[in-house]
């Protein structure tokens, strides 16, 4: 997020220091995701009798690829018709009245950005509507932060729905998602009540300009951006039913609702390729190894590549709206 002028920035810049833990932290991650990856993918070739390219290729040549590529672009457009609603609907919660058709650029233009690093998409739009609408760099922050915050939580609330209708068959760890969702609603309400001064009066964090959309937020405006946002996650579902059908997988609704939540937050961990959400794939389906590799290299990848194609789109009218 950048403004104007620098002196009124409300947040001093994040030591280099951490910023190198932070890439080192993740390095780690990522080359252990692709270790997991290739010895499981490896074992599954050598049961096979096969090597690991041809059993790689075999995968690949048993997908139907033309229905999997209308049904993802056909995913991926209704998304971004979704992605752009919440976030107009809460800069008109918190800031003012932008239209919809005034952010569509933008979070278009964002999704090329969001390629390597989602929240520095958003942060692109922090910098456009400043520049465009001359909104504070500051106040555009504070409602992006809120979106991320609810981001969070809305993906706990579904996997607690999903694991409520179809627990059973789901791996050990899935039961901790009910105490898990129970410490996330208590964190929530005692969130709630500190940005409305109910709780911890002197504690003066609630100041900040960064926090302003959440304390100005209520109970409607996180129960809002759920009913907003649910459409996507719910689509994703049926999506991700299918694809996996067409990679040869056996897949129902109800066993993805709990799984998917739990990978969308793995795809937000910044490795390359997606290789955490890909790694989360294998490892919830054991006996498919090669195919869900697969599966989730091109599923996560693709719709990354394909919105970056949607912004592309947008890109001209971003650029004259901002330089004219």
């Known amino acids: 997020m950048n403004e104007d002028n620098p002196a009124e920035m409300p947040e001093s810049a994040p030591p280099k220091t951490g910023g190198r833990i932070g890439r080192v ?6 080359v ?5 990856l290739y010895f499981r993918i490896a074992g599954a070739a050598a049961r096979e009798g096969l090597s690991l390219t041809a059993y790689m290729a075999g995968v690949f040549a048993n997908v139907s690829w033309g229905y999997w590529l209308l049904l993802m672009m056909s995913y991926s457009l209704f998304y971004f018709a979704i992605d752009t609603l919440v976030a107009a609907r809460a800069l008109n919660w918190f800031i003012g009245k932008i239209r919809y058709r005034d952010i569509l650029p933008v979070r278009a233009s964002a999704y090329i950005i969001s390629i390597f690093n989602e929240q520095v998409g958003k942060g692109a ?5 400043n520049r465009r609408h001359g909104v504070p760099g500051w106040e555009v922050g504070s409602v992006m932060l809120f979106i991320m915050f609810c981001e969070l939580f809305y993906l706990l609330v579904w996997a607690t729905i999903g694991y409520a209708f179809g627990s059973e068959g789901l791996p050990d760890v899935f039961s901790l998602i009910p105490w898990i969702a129970l410490g996330g609603a208590l964190f929530w309400l005692l969130w709630l009540a500190y940005f409305k001064g109910r709780l911890l009066p002197g504690l003066q964090l609630r100041e900040r300009r960064i926090l302003n959309a959440f304390k100005q937020a209520d109970i409607r405006h996180y129960l809002y951006f759920f009913l907003l946002r649910s459409p996507a996650l719910l689509a994703a579902v049926a999506v991700y039913t299918v694809a996996l059908n067409l990679f040869g997988v056996d897949a129902s609704i109800l066993m993805l609702l709990p799984y998917l939540p739990v990978i969308f937050f793995a795809a937000t961990v910044p490795t390359p390729m997606r290789a955490a959400a890909i790694t989360f ?4 389906f054991p006996e498919n190894e090669g195919q869900m590799a697969a599966f989730g290299l091109v599923q996560h990848n693709f719709f990354i590549l394909f919105n970056a194609l949607i912004g592309l789109v947008f890109w001209r009218k971003a650029q004259r709206d901002l330089f004219g």
Do not use: D, E, K, P
Not at 25 to 30: G, K, N, Q
Not at 32 to 36: D, H, L
Not at 281 to 284: D, R, S, T
């Open 125 to 129: 739009m922090a910098w456009y509507l």
């Open 281 to 284: 794939w294998v490892i919830l």
């Open 25 to 30: 932290i993740f390095l780690l991650i990522t």
């Open 32 to 36: 252990g995701c692709f270790t997991y």
